[in-house]
């Protein structure tokens, strides 16, 4: 006699099907977790030596060949003597003496001379007196270039954000920064050449929250200061 069971209590009639369902499961589970990513926001700020890497731009002149000029006009004619007769008589002028002696006196006229100073940027390297970064006032005249740099480099420590948009994409690099202190000790015409634009908009942001300063002088006059910075944006 046969046993008689029940096609329900059949346990083995869909084990194949539940082995492959189970594989299947395992495999995308396996490969989710491999292609998983994770990122981690660690983003660092590093300051250079302006004076070692100070990359000002230099615009590029296109000589222009000129005609040679036309040669000159030709030296006029001589003018005609005329032939005085000896009967006119002829007044001599009397050249008088124009030595003078020890006690006499001569009065000269005071003439102001004025000095021609011309309106042009003198670069932050060469620059009689630099500009003064607010809390530098107290320091010494030798010190303020030092100074400058070093207040600098605080203050974009100090307001420094990763752009997120370039952490996620992976971006990173040096943007070059490029201002003028202007005589009134404002910032302007900042300039930024980088990698991306998201970091150079950082860049501008950063620069742009400059204080006012006291304007650099040269000769004892104010005078538009250049003056350039890398910032260097590096994902750890």
Request: glycine share 4%; hydrophobic share 35%; charged share 35%.
């Amino acid at each position: 006699m046969q046993p008689k069971k029940s096609e329900k209590a059949d346990l083995s009639k869909n084990s194949g099907l539940y082995f492959v369902i189970g594989l299947s499961l395992i495999l995308l589970i396996s490969w989710q977790a491999i292609e998983w990513r994770t990122y981690e926001k660690v983003y660092a700020y590093e300051a250079l030596n302006v004076e070692d890497e100070d990359d000002e731009e230099i615009p590029i002149t296109e000589q222009l060949k000129t005609p040679p000029p036309p040669p000159p006009p030709p030296p006029p004619a001589p003018e005609v003597i005329e032939v005085v007769e000896d009967e006119e008589e002829v007044e001599e002028t009397v050249i008088e003496s124009t030595e003078t002696n020890e006690d006499e006196i001569i009065e000269v006229e005071e003439v102001e001379i004025e000095e021609e100073f011309e309106d042009v940027d003198v670069p932050f390297a060469v620059i009689e007196d630099v500009p003064i970064f607010p809390g530098c006032e107290k320091v010494a005249k030798s010190e303020r270039r030092k100074c400058f740099q070093e207040q600098m480099n605080k203050h974009i420590r100090r307001n420094f954000r990763y752009p997120e948009i370039a952490q996620e994409m992976g971006i990173q690099g040096r943007v070059y920064v490029n201002f003028i202190i202007a005589k009134d000790g404002s910032i302007s015409n900042i300039r930024m050449r980088g990698p991306d634009k998201n970091l150079e908009k950082e860049a501008q942001r950063i620069i742009s929250k400059l204080p006012s300063m006291t304007p650099g002088k040269q000769r004892g006059r104010a005078v538009r200061v250049p003056f350039s910075i890398p910032i260097t944006f590096r994902l750890q």
